[in-house]
């Protein structure tokens, strides 16, 4: 099975700042039939379902605002929030879904 | 727009069966799959299981031997099944729709389930 860890746990970021989480998969993600990286970014906030994000490691779901994005390719990701707003505080979780699906365990994003 | 919504008991007795069904509007469920996935109090999400195109299903290893997803598409439903239940299986369930298979781009709000005697 496919074990996804986080990095940091939580972070604290000033409004505006930048946001990095990372995200790593214990075997690649990557499927060479299609090129594509079996990987998702979820954003949920307390009392709320997860929203799907980014896919396919970095496509935004429609909706999303350009300031998050995703990156890596492989083993290692990273969702980046170029612009902290006071509306992105929650827990993001990376998915993949390139076997039996696995989540990371969520890293907690607050305002400084 | 797709909508999906759990319903079932939110307290259930050690060693019992949990049954939840999820209703799905705006959409059919014959096409896509249609996963349930959980979450403990302060902790991290769990795959259970999927179903689609006629009644196919497949299991997350870990649940297999207690877990059953079924569907009913004349009501546009499926549901869960978990036997022997323990505080362990303490958790938000979720329902979900599955595109590419498990990549989830809608979800139900979720329902409590407490295993307590």
């Known amino acids: 099975d496919i074990v996804m860890t986080q990095s940091p746990d939580s972070l604290a970021v000033s409004l505006g700042e930048r946001a990095t989480i990372n995200c790593k998969s214990s075997?690649?993600?990557?499927?060479?039939?299609?090129?594509?990286?079996?990987l998702a970014w979820y954003q949920q906030k307390p009392g709320q379902p997860p929203k799907l994000l980014i896919y396919w490691a970095s496509t935004r779901e429609s909706g999303v605002p350009d300031r998050f994005s995703g990156s890596g390719s492989g083993t290692d990701f990273t969702l980046t929030i170029s612009s902290l707003q006071a509306e992105d505080v929650a827990v993001y979780h990376c998915?993949?879904?390139?076997?039996?699906?696995?989540f990371g365990p969520g890293t907690k994003v607050e305002i400084k | 727009q797709v909508q999906l919504q759990e319903s079932g008991p939110g307290l259930v007795k050690p060693s019992e069966t949990l049954s939840l069904t999820c209703t799905v509007s705006g959409g059919s469920i014959s096409t896509y799959y249609w996963s349930w996935i959980r979450q403990p109090p302060g902790k991290g999400l769990e795959w259970i299981g999927y179903?689609?195109?006629?009644?196919?299903?497949n299991y997350n290893p870990s649940l297999r031997s207690r877990v059953t997803i079924s569907e009913d598409t004349a009501d546009n439903q499926f549901s869960l099944r978990l036997s022997s239940l323990t505080a362990a299986d303490t958790a938000v369930y979720y329902c979900a729709r599955g595109v590419a298979g498990t990549l989830f781009d809608h979800w139900g709000r979720g329902t409590l389930v407490t295993v307590s005697s």
């Open positions: 998915q993949q879904y390139f076997g039996i699906p696995a």
């Open positions: 075997q690649s993600v990557f499927h060479s039939s299609n090129n594509f990286n079996y």
């Open positions: 179903i689609f195109s006629n009644g196919r299903t």
